[in-house]
């Protein structure tokens, strides 16, 4: 794979047999069936090195972003920082063929340390195509957004979006202070496509906002009302001994379930306590559930 990716992506003879090439691998990645498993568990963490260590920003084209963004959402599926939301999240998966694009409204984020963000950050400011720094625009207002989160890392949201408006701020800042140091003149495309991340990361947040109904004033549901305080919730089931799972005040009881049942999962793998053997928590009733206590709360 690396001979090939030398030979053909970093020596293409031209840019069609290149992105041919490209077009090909993420053929290759796309594939599900008999040992076809095994072959993309091998190959995405290969090639999402090459396209952060070998792959210039400027170089970067459609095929290159699209398997760029591919095994993004692999190897980060593959190493827990997030989850497919759907099935078959890559259009045209599920036929054995590659998808274009970047999943970003099927994928779960569980975990903030994303994979390969700050190559999408490098995408966004330097990449001589502006289809594919608006794809990558798409990709991190979108996982900023934070529309689809694990109820578990709900709380952080805000602190993680924080960041994400300081590091747009901060680079803004930089260019502005080496214009005026040096007489350089002003990153003028750099400066743009900052603006225009942040204003797509607005229309995110406005959007989910509107679709939640928090801007109108209008009746909400409880997990209609922002992100809300944290609960610990005693749990307990067919005589099981009791155990504990952290959520929000606005998760939903689907959601919480989901929390119980990946806890139940987790320590019957490492052998203790609450789940002893049984095969499954049951997920249609059947909880006892103790009394609601906020985390904050619950040392006095």
Known sequence: ASALWSHLVEHGSSRLETDQCLQAFHYVVCQTGYYRE???????????????????????????????????SFVNIYRGRLE?????????????????????????????DVLGLDKMWEIVLDATCDEVAGGAMNFLSTIYG??????????????????????????????????????????????TRCLQLLSCFARNIMGSAKKL???????????SLGLGQTLTVKIQYLGKPRFEVVCMTTDTVG????????KVLTDAAGGKGAHDGAADPPMNGGFTYGPLLPAQDKAS
């Open 38 to 72: 095994e072959v993309r568990a091998y190959l995405v963490p290969l090639f999402f090195g090459f396209c952060c260590d070998r792959l210039p920003v400027g170089d970067i084209r459609g095929a290159a972003f699209g398997l760029f963004g591919l095994v993004l």
């Open 84 to 112: 497919p939301a759907a099935r078959h999240p890559w259009p045209g998966m599920e036929n054995g063929g590659g998808g274009g694009g970047i999943p970003t409204n099927s994928l779960r984020v569980v975990h903030f």
């Open 146 to 191: 934070f529309r689809d989160v694990s109820p578990r890392i709900r709380s952080g949201v805000p602190e993680e979006q924080r960041k994400f408006i300081d590091r747009c701020i901060s680079h803004l800042r930089g260019v502005v202070d080496a214009n005026m140091s040096d007489g350089a003149d002003v990153d003028a495309t750099s400066v």
């Open 213 to 223: 109904g928090i801007l109108t004033g209008a009746a909400q549901s409880h997990g």
């Open 255 to 262: 959601m919480l379930r989901r929390l119980v049942r990946e």
